[in-house]
């Protein structure tokens, strides 16, 4: 059973940076995609950057140029960085992984607050 714990989290300035952290424990299959979600008070869940065991890399509208979603495979590790942070990037953060098999398994961590305001 795969666990997901995100770390990182808090409050910050407009124009000021945060990172993300999301570490994986009890195995993943190595066919994976990693995700980052946000989830804003009153808003859907909305898939911000996704990054495949491959490197294969997406982002938001919204957040390209400013974030940047890496992985360390060797450590099950998954990070965000953002920057120029707006008051819109307000949200619950959450690390998803998803082990590309037949049917696709999805494992969802417990969310980080990131809180943008001066």
């Known amino acids: 059973q795969v666990q997901l714990v995100e770390s990182g989290g808090g409050l910050a300035q407009p124009g000021g940076s945060l990172r993300l952290s999301c570490a994986a424990s009890?195995?993943?299959?190595?066919?994976?995609?990693m995700g980052w979600y946000r989830q804003a008070p009153g808003k859907q869940r909305e898939l911000v950057a996704p990054?495949?065991?491959?490197?294969?890399?997406n982002y938001v509208d919204s957040v390209k140029g400013r974030f940047t979603i890496s992985r360390d495979s060797a450590k099950n590790l998954v990070y965000l960085q953002m920057n120029s942070l707006e008051p819109e990037d307000t949200a619950v953060y959450y690390c998803?992984?998803?082990?590309?098999?037949?049917?696709?398994?999805?494992?969802w961590g417990q969310g980080t607050q990131v809180t943008v305001s001066s």
């Open positions: 990054i495949t065991s491959g490197d294969i890399i």
């Open positions: 009890g195995g993943i299959f190595s066919r994976n995609v």
């Open positions: 998803n992984a998803l082990e590309l098999l037949i049917p696709v398994r999805s494992y």
